[in-house]
């Protein structure tokens, strides 16, 4: 079982930047490929950012890429994701996920849909105003 806790929620105006922390416990955290995904109201969640279990891995949507950082600090056993350049509409709850699944994927695979993983955070809030 791994336990995963999401932090760094806040208020920023549009163009600002927010770090958002996902610190895990339970398990290999070296093991796991890592996810961030969002849900805004009335919307489905959505995948964000992920990067393999192999650190230098790495995937985005494209309505985040090259705004938004995933990094990961196995020694911290801790998952980042970096928010640049904010917009309204990136205003979510964000949520982290483990996926142990793909360690026998291959060191290189990244996954990025929902049902691939298997932890989830609670999420926590960004609102981004305008």
């Known amino acids: 079982q791994v336990q995963l806790v999401e932090s760094g929620a806040g208020l920023v105006k549009a163009g600002g930047s927010l770090r958002l922390s996902c610190a895990a416990s339970g398990r290999t955290f070296s093991n796991y490929a890592m996810g961030w995904f969002r849900q805004a109201p009335g919307k489905e969640r959505e995948f964000v950012a992920a990067?393999?279990?192999?650190?230098?891995?790495?995937y985005y949507a494209d309505s985040v890429k090259d705004r938004f950082t995933i990094s990961r600090d196995n020694a911290k056993d801790t998952v980042y994701l970096q928010m640049n350049s904010l917009k309204p509409e990136d205003t979510a709850v964000y949520y982290c996920a483990a996926d142990q699944k793909s360690f026998y994927s291959g060191s290189s695979y990244v996954p990025r849909w929902s049902h691939e993983y298997d932890y989830w955070g609670q999420g926590t809030q960004v609102t981004v105003s305008s």
């Open positions: 990067t393999a279990w192999s650190v230098g891995y790495t």
